[in-house]
C-alpha cells in the first residue's frame, strides 16, 4: 500500500521578485513530479478523485493546462472498496499506486486545511505578487472568486 500526503508552500523566486503558492503531492515521502519542469497539481482534481473513480488531470502543468506540459492522458483513478488505485501513464515512467480510501481523504482533507491556513498568512501577497499556480487552484482554495477576478 503506498501513502499520499500533500502540501502547499509559498515558494519564493531567485530573483526576489515574486514568489508562487505552490501545492505538491507525495508519495511515499517522494515528492511525485519534479518543479524544474513545469509540473504543477490541480487541487480540484485531486479533490474529485477521492470522491469518485476517472480520469483526472491531478497533474498539470504550472500555467494549469495539461497539454501544455506533454500531459495528454490523465491519471487514471479506480476505487475498489477501499483503496484507491491510480495509474499512470504521463509524465513517464508509468506507475502504479494503491492507496488506502480513508486514508487518502484525510490527506486530501488535510491538504485543503493546510493549504487555507496558509493563504490566512500571506492573504495580502495572494494575487499580486505571490502566484498561485495553478491558477485554478485559486479558485477552488477561495483565494480568487469568479466576480472578482483578481488579476
Ligand atoms: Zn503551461
Redesign the pocket.
Known amino acids: 500500500m503506498n501513502t499520499l500526503s500533500v502540501a502547499t508552500r509559498i515558494e519564493v523566486w531567485d530573483d526576489g521578485s515574486g514568489s508562487s503558492f505552490i501545492t505538491e503531492l507525495f508519495v511515499d515521502g517522494e515528492c511525485l513530479v519534479s518543479r524544474s519542469q513545469?509540473y504543477a497539481i490541480d487541487f480540484e482534481a485531486l479533490s474529485q478523485s477521492a470522491a469518485a473513480p476517472g480520469e483526472y488531470f491531478i497533474i498539470?502543468?504550472?500555467?494549469?493546462?495539461h497539454?501544455?506540459?506533454g500531459i495528454y492522458d490523465g491519471i487514471e483513478v479506480t476505487h475498489q472498496g477501499n483503496r484507491i488505485i491510480w495509474r499512470i501513464v504521463e509524465p513517464e515512467p508509468e506507475r502504479r499506486f494503491v492507496f488506502n480510501a480513508s486514508k487518502y481523504r484525510i490527506a486530501v482533507e488535510r491538504g485543503i486545511v493546510q493549504a487555507r491556513s496558509l493563504i490566512e498568512s500571506h492573504r495580502s501577497e495572494l494575487g499580486k505578487s505571490c502566484y498561485i499556480t495553478?491558477r485554478d487552484n485559486g479558485y477552488f482554495l477561495g483565494i480568487y472568486s469568479i466576480e472578482t477576478d483578481n488579476p
Not at 60 to 65: A, L, N, S, Y
Request: aromatic fraction near 10%.
Open positions: 513545469f498539470t502543468c504550472t500555467c494549469g493546462i497539454e501544455c506540459a495553478p
